[in-house]
């Protein structure tokens, strides 16, 4: 396999062309799929496989860049994008990504950006995770106990907005905007604001397009149906990742070569993602986004295993780990998408 490594002239290292283009089609699809940049997969993967923190981090905003441009445009083909809720985003997600990117370099002078990022990664990973599986679960278990009671019922349980994301509409401070697209009439501008600004925060911390974070905040504190916030949120992370890229490329921590080739990987993946969720709707994404984020959250935590104990055993599971997940979620996808056009054309 060394026949296939190539030398990196910004970061300095040789890297796998084939694992670049491998976790750029599996994070396309996924990212299509989802809604999100990918980079709780992309920046823990390129940094279990050598990448320093910081180059993992602008390398990928680079990656999402790109891709989400292309998720983007197919999303709003389908009708899956709320224009005007992504245009307000640039106004807080750029201010918070600065903020982010300043804290990670200060880390890196300091020495420990790769425990502080790692551990940050997991708090989010686990914690959204669980809270999305109970929520699916609940639902369900609501929905079939109505079932009982009322044969009339749909199939799927019908997605309302969360109670936290009722009160959040209800505050009155000015000036107050509509979102037709979302179906939310009459938001305070400063909610959608400090949204936007903490998910950029996250995105210049933690090298993601903060779609990860941004799909279950638009779902679960603003209430856009799932479909909405997933074009939505791909819209918003082009504008949070392309502002990442080129204030970590001024730094010098962005390898361009590297996320080129991903972005090759990518451009198929999306068109991939985005098709199946013709076909996967509603709480079905919502539950293989929790299954996937876990998957990923114990990958880093393998990583940190790895570094405080010394241990290299725990690097190759988390390296294993995170490729397999990516992999088996982008097959399942890849089959609810035939298994779709098959009862389609049925």
């Not at 903020?99 to 002078?109: A, D, H």
């Not at 451009?267 to 985005?274: F, P, T």
């Amino acid at each position: 396999m060394d026949s296939f490594n190539i030398y990196l002239p910004i970061s300095g290292i040789e890297f796998n062309i084939l694992v670049l283009v491998t976790i750029g089609f599996c994070v396309g699809t996924l990212g299509g799929f989802f809604g999100v940049g990918g980079a709780w997969i992309v920046t823990p993967a390129l940094n279990i496989f050598g990448f320093s923190m910081p180059f993992a981090i602008g390398t990928d905003l680079a990656h999402i860049f790109g891709k989400s441009i292309i998720a983007t445009r197919k999303h709003s083909k389908l009708g899956n994008v709320d224009w005007r809720l992504g245009m307000f985003s640039v106004f807080g997600s750029i201010i918070g990504i600065e903020g982010g990117k300043r804290f990670v370099l200060l880390l890196e002078r300091a020495g420990n950006v790769g425990p502080v990022v790692r551990w940050t990664y997991m708090v989010f990973l686990f914690g959204l995770g669980i809270y999305m599986l109970y929520d699916y679960y609940s639902t369900v278990k609501k929905h079939k106990e109505e079932e009982t009671r009322d044969t009339t019922v749909s199939e799927e349980p019908v997605e309302a907005a969360t109670l936290l994301a009722l009160k959040l509409r209800s505050f009155k401070i000015p000036p107050r905007i509509s979102l037709p697209a979302s179906g939310i009439e009459g938001i305070s501008f400063w909610i959608v604001f400090f949204l936007f600004m903490l998910t950029g925060f996250l995105s210049g911390f933690m090298g993601v397009g903060g779609g990860f974070i941004l799909l279950p905040a638009l779902i679960y504190l603003l209430g856009c149906p799932t479909t909405v916030a997933v074009g939505t949120s791909l819209l918003s992370v082009c504008f949070m990742s392309g502002y990442g890229c080129f204030t970590y490329s001024v730094s010098g921590r962005t390898e361009l070569l590297a996320a080129m080739i991903m972005l090759i990987g990518a451009a198929i993946g999306a068109q991939v993602g985005v098709l199946a969720t013709r076909f996967v709707r509603g709480y079905g994404i919502r539950f293989l986004f929790a299954v996937m984020i876990i998957l990923a959250g114990l990958s880093v935590a393998f990583k940190q295993a790895q570094t405080s104990l010394d241990m290299p055993v725990f690097g190759s599971l988390a390296a294993y780990l995170v490729m397999g997940a990516a992999g088996s979620m982008t097959l399942l996808i890849f089959v609810r998408l035939l298994i779709g056009f098959r009862r389609e054309r049925a």
